[in-house]
């Protein structure tokens, strides 16, 4: 039975018919179909690619320091007037530095914007990834064990999702920048500072996956390939990992894919506030930081920062609303 | 962000760090452009600042620079005072204000005493008597009442009898007995001050600061009068309330005699009325300045303007300015206890670029490179001559010889600096100018909520730093009240490097036995010889001179920072155009 055009969703694919030749259609993978419903979608792949060559350009930043392409602690006074701005009309554009230099000690802005990238990601990355593993474990766990221990994991996602993220990260620094240098034996500096707030991301921002991992669970559970291995006596870590994680890994992408531009934004917002990498060293947040004084006297120091930032978690969220469409078409958008 | 506009001592200097770019340049103009045209009475002129610059209005709790300024002028009268002048040498010698002259002693220093004028009234129409003047020292002593912004009470804490006395509302009556026998004594019109040592600089530090001033006692309520103004000048607070929030309007003084001033050169007392208006940001006060229109035009900041407006100082706007030079330096201690090579001392001064570091505070308008820690501003200023010829943009071949004349290279440094954006660009840069002459830098910033804080983890002996930045302005203008502060071996004051050289504290004594013996040029050429040869001892790393650069409306006339208002705006001559 064929359905009409008409009800199809966009970039759904018809289900097998015959044709009028006769020909039958090659059967697909539902892989195959979730990459052909995401190539047809043109902002998604846009979004693709800008994330790539952000990620990209991340990944290149320290081998161009390294062999000296980008330099983003060189000062360069002399292109400087004598109140600490760029000299010339156009924010000290030049050959040398294509979107100018620094207001106070002449250091390349493209050179800053492209390192700070580096660890912009970098931090966002891993405390997506650390949150993405409690969130799923504690998922699989309260979804397929239910009773009592859905319930304890259930209300402490309430309780964790009642603390007020920001301001408990900015009240803690202190104690915890302690105990990470003192106690765990971290150097002080940028180094404690970034190891606080992929750690403070990364335990305030696992509830949503755990209760969106669990829902899927509670429904996995009940198929026949979990009986059966219930039947041959599986423990229940194999069980948990070995039969139900797989299945999940539709949700895990799209989950993840949206929630890095959060943890981007998040990271911005803590180094705006001072409490993530502090200056020389460069992230978008404190470049945002320090360009804000400016954003009348060097126009594009301070529009820039704000750009690449605000482009990047577009795009990943575009991504993950893309993905999300591919691999769940039935989802309601 | 805020606070900086007090007259030293270690709070000041804590507080101007923090806001670190506010300042500016060289006082190459000629100061009070305004000064030209003939004063008029009538009008109201507005003051604006931030509630962060006014953490008090009892006398007792004042110590920023600007607030003690304007209030001497308005309504604070002491016994003496600083006159009017662009000339700094008469601005900076006290002359009679409720007192008939400028004190006398005896002994070159130990014993003040004041003689009272005659007709000299509070708001209130009482008369000001010598126990007022015994009244208000003694409230100093209350930590609660000094409110924690301190104006330097260790001035007076040398007076005889005052160990342990806590003020008159937490001594005991045996204390309290001790203080107003001993330490401040009145016969009759005669107020005498009596001191365990030696202060010859005493009528200045009356004159400059609030401590010594008269209060009324039965207008006193303790800690509740922090924001009341009970004044002896010629202008009031109608209800003596000043909102810590907003602001107040200050009227005239009926009971206020110019005949017991001295008008000319105290107070001219121009305006009818001033206001003083309180925004909850630096930003729209210099918009407002800026923009120049209805009652703004009688305007002024007693602030800097900030580094971020400089873009917008141009053309109308910039005539509407003054920069001169500040009381303020700043410069950079060394621990002298780690650091004990004097060629690896020498060598960190050598190797810094300190135009370029001007530059990153912002430039001329932030100041000015120095080669001393005395500021420009002080009597007796003269550039340290084993720094004088030291390039300002830095020489690192030279300080890489040095370090390697002493064997030293690859001398590890830590450096400590009170972060702000501004100082992390500062520090990137001079860390970068000392990798190049050899040493290894850690830079160690320190957050502005730190707690201790800054200064106070620098004060510490045992601090794991080498060199840090730091800075001074002098509570009254005299060499004295720079440099043993912070290059005496045993200085209750600044001396947080731990430097120590028996030579230069017999310079210093040296100079002290000349100002009581009046003697103000062998004073000061004691104390010029004393820089020099800390010196040749390379014990700290001079920088810049700061800038005070003001903006005011078109129609303020007499706009004058002189040496008595600590180059803040005097409000002793300003009239409204």
Redo the contacts between chains.
């Keep these: 039975m064929s359905v009409p055009e008409s009800q199809l969703e966009f970039g759904d694919v018809a289900p097998t018919e015959v044709t009028e030749t006769g020909d039958t259609v090659v059967g697909k993978s539902p892989m195959q179909l979730a990459m052909a419903r995401f190539r047809a979608d043109r902002k998604s792949m846009v979004a693709l690619g800008i994330v790539v060559f952000y990620v990209l350009a991340g990944l290149a930043a320290p081998l161009m320091v390294k062999v000296g392409v980008i330099d983003p602690?060189g000062?360069n006074?002399d292109l400087?007037?004598?109140?600490?701005?760029p000299v010339g009309d156009w924010w000290g554009i030049s050959g040398d530095h294509w979107l100018g230099v620094e207001p106070?000690?002449g250091?390349d802005v493209l050179s800053r914007l492209w390192y700070g990238i580096t660890f912009s990601l970098a931090i966002s990355f891993t405390a997506a990834v650390i949150a993405m593993v409690i969130g799923v474990v504690l998922g699989i766990i309260a979804g397929f064990s239910g009773g009592w221990v859905d319930a304890i994991i259930g209300r402490l996602i309430d309780l964790w999702l009642c603390f007020p993220q920001i301001i408990m990260l900015i009240a803690l620094s202190t104690i915890v920048l302690a105990f990470l240098t003192e106690d765990l034996g971290i150097p002080p500096g940028n180094g404690a500072q970034a190891v606080f707030v992929i750690v403070v991301l990364a335990l305030f921002g696992w509830m949503p996956t755990a209760r969106l991992i669990r829902g899927q669970v509670l429904s996995i559970r009940e198929t026949e390939f979990i009986a059966a291995a219930r039947l041959f006596g599986a423990s229940r870590r194999r069980m948990w990992f070995r039969e139900v994680l797989p299945n999940l890994w539709a949700p895990i992408l799209v989950n993840f894919t949206l929630m890095l531009p959060a943890f981007i934004s998040a990271e911005a917002a803590l180094s705006y506030l001072?409490v993530s990498i502090?200056?020389?060293t460069p992230t978008l947040g404190n470049l945002l930081?320090?360009s804000v004084?400016?954003a009348?006297?060097d126009f594009l120091y301070f529009v820039a920062p704000a750009f690449l930032l605000a482009v990047i978690v577009v795009a990943f969220n575009l991504l993950g609303d893309g993905l999300r469409d591919a691999l769940d078409p039935k989802s309601s958008r | 962000m805020g606070k900086f506009l007090k007259r030293t001592s270690v709070f000041t200097v804590a507080v101007a760090m923090a806001i670190g770019v506010a300042a500016c340049g060289e006082s190459d103009d000629e100061p009070g452009s305004g000064t030209g045209g003939t004063a008029q009475k009538g009008g109201t002129i507005t003051l604006l600042d931030v509630p962060t610059n006014y953490e008090g209005t009892d006398p007792a709790s004042i110590y920023y620079g600007h607030q003690i300024a304007g209030f001497r002028r308005l309504v604070y009268r002491s016994l003496v005072a600083y006159p009017i002048s662009d000339d700094p040498v008469v601005s900076g010698t006290p002359v009679p204000d409720l007192a008939t002259d400028t004190g006398t002693t005896p002994d070159g220093g130990k014993t003040w005493s004041f003689t009272l004028k005659d007709g000299i009234k509070w708001e209130d129409g009482s008369d000001i008597v010598c126990e007022d003047f015994q009244y208000g020292i003694s409230r100093s002593f209350d930590e609660n009442i000094v409110h924690g912004t301190g104006p330097g009470t260790t001035y007076i804490s040398t007076l005889v009898g005052t160990e342990g006395y806590t003020g008159p509302f937490t001594s005991t009556p045996a204390q309290q007995k001790a203080f107003d026998e001993q330490a401040v004594t009145c016969d009759g019109k005669t107020v005498t001050y009596n001191f365990t040592e030696a202060f010859p600089d005493f009528p200045q530090s009356v004159a400059s600061l609030f401590v010594t001033d008269p209060y009324k006692k039965s207008f006193d309520k303790g800690t509740k009068n922090l924001y009341t103004v009970f004044s002896s000048g010629p202008y009031k607070i109608e209800g003596n309330v000043f909102d810590a929030a907003k602001g107040a309007t200050f009227v005239r003084n009926e009971n206020y005699d110019p005949a017991t001033d001295d008008p000319e050169n105290l107070r001219q007392a121009n305006p009818n009325v001033w206001r003083v208006e309180l925004l909850q940001d630096q930003n729209p006060i210099f918009d407002r300045l800026i923009a120049d229109s209805g009652d703004d035009k009688t305007a002024l900041a007693t602030a800097n303007i900030l580094s971020d407006k400089y873009s917008e100082i141009v053309g109308p706007v910039a005539e509407r300015t003054t920069k001169v030079a500040s009381p303020y330096t700043r410069f950079m201690q060394i621990n002298n206890l780690r650091v004990t090579d004097q060629k690896v001392r020498l060598a960190l001064t050598t190797a810094i670029d300190r135009a370029g570091g001007l530059k990153v505070l912002g430039g001329e308008n932030y100041g000015s490179v120095s080669s001393t820690l005395v500021s420009a501003s002080t009597p007796g200023y003269q550039p340290n001559p084993a720094f004088a010829d030291i390039p300002e943009s830095g020489d690192p071949a030279a300080a890489k010889a040095l370090l390697a004349e002493a064997g030293k290279d690859g001398y590890p440094i830590k450096v400590s600096y009170g972060q702000s954006d501004v100082t992390d660009k500062l520090f990137a840069l001079f860390k970068q100018n000392w990798e190049e002459a050899g040493f290894k830098v850690t830079l160690n910033a320190i957050s502005p909520d730190a707690n201790p804080g800054y200064y106070t983890q620098m004060s510490e002996k045992d601090k794991d730093t080498d060199v840090f930045y730091s800075g001074w302005a002098s509570d009254w203008p005299s060499l004295l009240a720079v440099t043993p502060v912070i290059l005496e071996t045993e200085n209750p004051g600044f001396n947080y490097g731990y430097y120590s050289n028996a030579d230069v504290d017999k310079l210093f004594a040296e100079a002290r036995t000349a100002i009581a013996a009046g003697d103000v040029d062998g004073m000061i050429e004691k104390a010029q010889q004393a820089d020099a040869l800390a010196g040749e001892d390379a014990a700290y790393i001079p920088f810049l001179q700061q800038s005070n650069y003001f903006l005011y409306g078109s129609k303020i006339g007499g706009f004058l920072p002189d040496v008595a208002s600590s180059f803040y705006p005097d409000l002793g001559a300003m009239y409204v155009k």
């Design positions: 602690y000062i006074l400087l007037d004598e109140i600490s701005l106070g000690v250091r001072g502090k200056a020389p930081k320090d004084k400016f009348q006297a």
